[in-house]
């Protein structure tokens, strides 16, 4: 080999080379514009590829990484450049803002898998590493032509009832939560008596938000023996939290007490198997409707008769009272006043260290920081554990900036 040929080859090596190392990873196009977007779905359908979508944003850590660390991987981007016209778009630009829209991005980064006629048939949201993202891609894929049939189907109402649960199972394979749920909700009316009944259906009915009008409680109360020998403890107490849910938000929704008195007479009964949990069942049903229509007076008398009838003299559960308004009905100044009468009589039975740091808190955000400060040197008069200086410091420089 002459020295031509020697310096030569070394230079034609290279040259080819560097094409395959260019493209060995994913290769992006960024889309600001209606024009660019057109152009590639164009490109998506003549090509007979998918559509790989990451909105991202500028200031998106995970968004850096997955650009420096994950899209150069090379078998990823082998895969992804031979099946998907791999595109990004800043999130935060105008074209970006209308299509986060559009598919209703909530964080970034989320990467959507798309047909060409924009169909979205998967997304990620957040970092995947280079093989999770390249076996996602391949079932979205393999899926393409099902997800995409299934989609159209669903939207003109034409899939039966077992071709919905097979729709549902194949969404929650991609983690496609929003999307399975609406047709869960299209499953449920579908459902006859021996369907509701049939162990086929079990996953659907657990997930459903059926109230006391719906066709699966009506099933339920009627076979609740059946059904019983059907689903585990589990699984009662998980249709049991659903129905309720639905039923309690019907009735503070619409502010109908009769809704609500039908959800302890009808709904409670079936699934409480003791006096004593009827009771404290009926006791929570009461205290959440009141609330959630802000009535604090009803809610006030409630929780002083449920006091005095069982337990009486108990500043656990004064306290316990107290701290549930303190973290969910803050808002209401009525309810904090009513906190702030339980704690009252919380302390005169009991001046723990619990005890005086709610009052404390109570009095502070009430406006009595004279009183307030009080009980704190009640407080600091007491042995203290370190957690619970700290807890005193802090309530102490809240009243001081209150003050």
Not at 209 to 230: C, E, H, P, Y
Not at 250 to 277: G, H, K
Request: include cysteine; glycine fraction near 4%.
């Amino acid at each position: 080999m002459n020295k031509l040929m020697k310096r030569v080859i070394p230079f034609i090596a290279v040259f080819i080379f560097i094409p395959f190392v260019a493209t060995a990873q994913m290769q992006f196009k960024e889309i600001v514009t209606e024009s660019e977007w057109k152009s590639a779905l164009k490109e998506a359908d003549n090509s007979g590829k998918l559509i790989f979508l990451d909105i991202y944003a500028t200031w998106c850590g995970p968004c850096k990484y997955l650009e420096s660390t994950i899209y150069p991987d090379v078998e990823l981007g082998k895969y992804y450049n031979s099946h998907f016209i791999n595109l990004k778009m800043d999130g935060e630009t105008e074209f970006g803002r209308i299509k986060a829209r559009q598919y209703g991005l909530k964080a970034y980064p989320t990467m959507y898998y798309l047909s060409p006629m924009e169909d979205v048939l998967a997304q990620v949201v957040g970092v995947k590493q280079a093989p999770e993202l390249n076996a996602y891609g391949e079932k979205v894929v393999s899926s393409s032509d099902k997800l995409v049939q299934f989609k159209r189907d669903f939207e003109e109402d034409k899939l039966s009832a077992t071709e919905l649960l097979a729709y549902r199972e194949l969404l929650l394979e991609f983690e496609q939560e929003e999307q399975s749920e609406e047709v869960s909700s299209k499953i449920i009316p579908s459902l006859t008596e021996e369907d509701i009944l049939n162990p086929e259906y079990k996953s659907i009915i657990l997930v459903a938000r059926s109230d006391l009008d719906g066709k699966i409680f009506t099933v339920l109360k009627k076979n609740i023996n059946a059904l019983n020998q059907i689903w585990t403890e589990e699984e009662r107490g998980q249709i049991f939290a659903n129905i309720y849910d639905a039923s309690l938000n019907v009735a503070i929704s619409t502010r109908n007490p009769a809704y609500r008195d039908r959800i302890i007479n009808e709904l409670l009964p079936i699934f409480q198997n003791s006096p004593e949990s009827m009771i404290n069942a009926e006791y929570i049903t009461h205290k959440l409707y009141f609330s959630n229509t802000d009535d604090w007076k009803s809610f006030g008398e409630l929780v002083l008769l449920h006091y005095s009838s069982n337990f009486e003299g108990n500043d656990g559960f004064l306290y316990q009272e107290s701290y549930d308004i303190v973290n969910n009905y803050s808002r209401s100044p009525q309810a904090v006043l009513f906190a702030l009468e339980l704690m009252n009589s919380a302390v005169k039975i009991n001046s723990s260290f619990d005890n005086l740091i709610m009052i404390s808190y109570l009095n502070g955000v009430s406006g009595n920081t004279e009183i307030a400060r009080e009980y704190l040197l009640k407080v600091e008069a007491m042995p203290l554990t370190d957690q619970q200086k700290n807890i005193l410091m802090e309530l102490q420089n809240i009243i001081e900036q209150a003050g």
